[in-house]
């Protein structure tokens, strides 16, 4: 089943290889993934979907929650969550179709931001699954070119975030 | 604390001899290069001890040897490139092991990452997945935390290894000095305590099983919990097992100790094992060396599970009180709810458990380990018989990898933790020799053996030199039956006796060959010369290479082939079987 997984860490070189060498390590698929710097510039958020046996969810969570960098990951399956998703379509479309193709568009709440001759350049936000619908759509018109940008997610749960203070250390001299 | 130091102007490669010395290193192990010419140009001028090895796989080994052996922080240090990358082995075993170590690599200057310069390989990315965690260093002024994040790292929660990566360039810029006495990683939890509310409940069910049994695993050791583990065992009169990692967490003498379980383990321990009602497992993770299949393994048993890291605790078994936290904490809570409970608890399932330690002792008396002699060839068990009398629990004991390991686990006794080195997880052929340099290195004290097949000593025989050099004194006791013993075992156990690629002949003359380095060798292969050449390469004040030839074809018994259940296990027939 597909998992989704959001974490906070550390903005750091080498951050993201290591939460995704614990998926690649195990032979699990990266369906998709985002990462950005979150408000405070010293830590991202990183939201990864991923298809993970039932009975293996937990350890992975628990696996990545081990990484020095990682200061929270979790389980967005199992919580109240938002997922949205972004797409950019560029669909070619004849004369005759292009006003069916801005009404189909404004049904979707998607915005045409490139309009040219030879077609439009649509963008769209949503729930991935209605973003599947949408394409699907676009695609009956005309030949289309697809760029998704991978889920995002918040809990709708105020997560207590536990980080560790600093920590003061025996000096042998 | 301040000294002379502080604010002063270094290099980089000062700075990191410094923080080093901080950090209490008195000895590491290594091998020089291109990109750390000026951290051993520093060196030249510093108190800190460093053993030059000869291949960089064993200066990682022999770091591994020294933490095992002490408990601190091994420190190993290897060039850019294939310096870096022999280390890989190394640091996977100290994972594996949860050994706590530390590696500093040296990287081709700043400047030219990325452009495949000479010696340039990506250490950083290789070893991410075989490090609990690894560090690039940028610049010099970071230097003295990273190296503090290191060390801390390294020791702290579960042991394990981490790599720091340092550019040349970063070795030689100067910076004024300021000591770091504080790490902050707000993503890095230890969870020590434990949770007091399951802690009870674990005492509880402990005075309530009518057949507990303590599974002890290295978590032990590396929590210097021997004493806690000792007292728990007393405390409530609990028969315990000891894997291949917790070997002398529980003294082998101990009325207690049942022996090791697992694939070879003994037919007491595994029965054990199979027909408890209670399994109190601490600082272990329930590998598959020891349970077998997982369907059969315990089944009838609630499971206590005490260990410091959370991934453990149900990764392979769900247990009915799990207790994340440090070993030694939570033994010390537990004992002293055992004691509160005692008086309303003791009697109750006082006659199941005397039936129960009855039973054990059937199991232990039915089938104790094999020790065949001959009048006429060395049996292998014969060897580890005579290591064990010479030793009486007391001696360091540095193992190989192979039918050797499983034969010295099961027959040499082990008094105290820290005696017994062996690489476990990992199974590194090559490991022996290494691991003991570094254990003789922190021990000088301490009498030490490394136990090698012939295949294993021939990994490593290039340790030989350093040995040599330093005089280390140890016992280099090779069990010589010309093969790879254990892929014998099970070609023919399990491959219709195909033997394939396992022969190992022309083996050097153990006499000549020492003789080269400048010590003392000598080859046996009567079992009446046994007794006396051991104790002839242990009065020798240097070192000793006895090659010791034993029956090719021995099988290690009791054994459970892999995936079974440990109760199915193979015994030794009557007739031997193939060849």
Redesign the interface.
């Known amino acids: 089943m597909l998992q989704t997984i959001s974490l906070l860490m550390e903005n750091k070189p080498g951050a993201l290889l290591r939460v995704t060498g614990v998926l690649a390590a195990r032979g699990y698929n990266i369906e998709s993934l985002t990462v950005a710097k979150t408000m405070d510039p010293e830590l991202s958020r990183m939201t990864i979907v991923v298809d993970v046996e039932d009975r293996l969810r937990t350890q992975v969570i628990k696996q990545m929650n081990k990484l020095i960098n990682v200061l929270q990951a979790s389980d967005m399956s199992e919580t109240p969550a938002v997922i949205r998703e972004m797409v950019l379509v560029r669909v070619r479309c004849s004369q005759e179709t292009r006003t069916a193709v801005i009404k189909e568009a404004e049904i979707f709440h998607a915005r045409v931001v490139d309009s040219s001759t030879e077609g439009f350049a649509i963008e769209a936000t949503g729930e991935p699954g209605k973003l599947d619908e949408f394409v699907d759509v676009m695609r009956s018109y005309g030949e289309t070119d697809v760029v998704r940008s991978g889920a995002i997610s918040m809990s709708l749960e105020a997560r207590k975030l536990r980080l560790q203070p600093p920590v003061s250390t025996p000096v042998a001299v | ?1 301040h ?1 002379e130091m502080d604010g002063k102007l270094m290099t980089g490669a000062e700075i990191l001899l410094e923080c080093l ?4 290193v008195e000895c590491f192990f290594g091998y020089p290069g291109g990109v750390t010419l000026p951290f051993y140009d520093a060196l030249y001028d510093h108190h800190i001890r460093h053993i030059l090895v000869r291949h960089e796989e064993n200066a990682a080994f022999a770091a591994e040897g020294y933490a095992r052996a002490t408990g601190k922080v091994g420190v190993c240090c290897a060039t850019s490139g294939p310096g870096a990358t022999n280390l890989v082995t190394g640091l996977v075993d100290a994972m594996m092991d949860s050994i706590p170590l530390v590696a500093i690599t040296g990287q081709v200057h700043s400047k030219l990452i990325g452009s495949d310069a000479f010696q340039e390989a990506d250490t ?2 290789i070893t ?2 075989c490090t ?3 560090f ?1 260093v940028k610049n010099v002024q970071e230097l003295p935390q990273i190296i ?1 994040e290191a ?3 390294a020791a702290s929660g579960r042991p394990g290894p981490v790599l720091v990566d340092i550019p040349k360039d970063v070795f030689q810029a100067r910076s004024h000095y300021v ?1 770091v ?10 969870f020590t305590e434990g949770h007091a509310g399951q802690i009870r409940r674990a005492a509880q069910l402990i005075w309530e099983a009518e057949k507990p049994l303590v599974y002890a695993g290295g978590g032990i050791i590396a929590a210097n919990a021997s004493a806690e583990l000792t007292e728990l065992v007393e405390t409530a009169n609990l028969p315990a097992v000891c894997t291949l990692m917790a070997l002398g967490s529980l003294s082998s003498g101990h009325p207690n100790f049942i022996s090791m379980p697992g694939m070879h383990g003994s037919y007491a321990a595994n029965m054990a094992l199979t027909d408890c009602d209670l399994l109190i497992a601490l600082g272990t993770r329930f590998d598959d060396r020891v349970t077998g299949s997982l369907n059969t393994f315990a089944k009838h048993a609630r499971v206590i599970h005490v260990d410091i ?3 453990e605790i ?2 392979n078994r769900i247990p009915d009180i799990p207790i994340v936290g440090d070993v030694k904490r939570v033994l010390q809570k537990l004992i002293k709810n055992l004691q509160e409970l005692e008086a309303e608890s003791k009697a109750v399932k006082a006659p199941a458990r005397t039936t129960w330690h009855k039973q054990i002792k059937v199991w232990k008396a039915e089938r104790p380990y094999d020790c065949p002699h001959s009048d006429t060839e060395i049996k292998p068990q014969h060897l580890m018989e005579e290591i064990d009398r010479l030793s009486g629990g007391q001696a360091i004991v540095c193992s190989d990898v192979g039918q050797h390991q499983m034969w010295a686990a099961q027959l040499i006794r082990f008094n105290e933790p820290r005696l017994w080195i062996n690489s476990g997880g990992l199974g590194s052929m090559g490991f022996g020799m290494p691991s003991a340099l570094g254990a003789q290195m922190a021990r000088p004290d301490k009498l030490v053996f490394s136990i090698s097949g012939d295949g294993g000593f021939q990994m490593s025989l290039s340790e030989l030199a350093t040995i040599a050099s330093h005089a280390l004194p140890i016992k280099i006791i090779v069990m010589n039956n010309g093969v790879l013993g254990m892929v014998r075992q099970w070609q023919t156990l399990f491959y219709n006796n195909r033997l394939s690629a396992i022969t190992l002949d022309c083996f050097p003359d153990a006499e000549k060959l020492a003789a080269a380095y400048g010590f003392k060798g000598r080859t046996i292969d009567k079992p009446w010369e046994l007794a006396s050449a051991l104790l002839e390469a242990v009065n020798e004040p240097g070192p000793y290479l006895l090659n010791v030839k034993v029956t090719p074809d021995e099988n290690v018994y009791p054994m459970v082939p892999a995936g079974g259940a440990i109760y199915d296990m193979v015994f030794c027939p009557k007739e031997p079987v193939g060849v």
């Open positions: 604390m000294t010395t901080r950090e209490g950083f990315g991410r997945s609990k965690h690894n690039m503090k060390f801390y790292i000591p006495e504080s790490v902050h990683l707000p993503g890095y939890k230890v890291d959370p991934a149900g990764k």
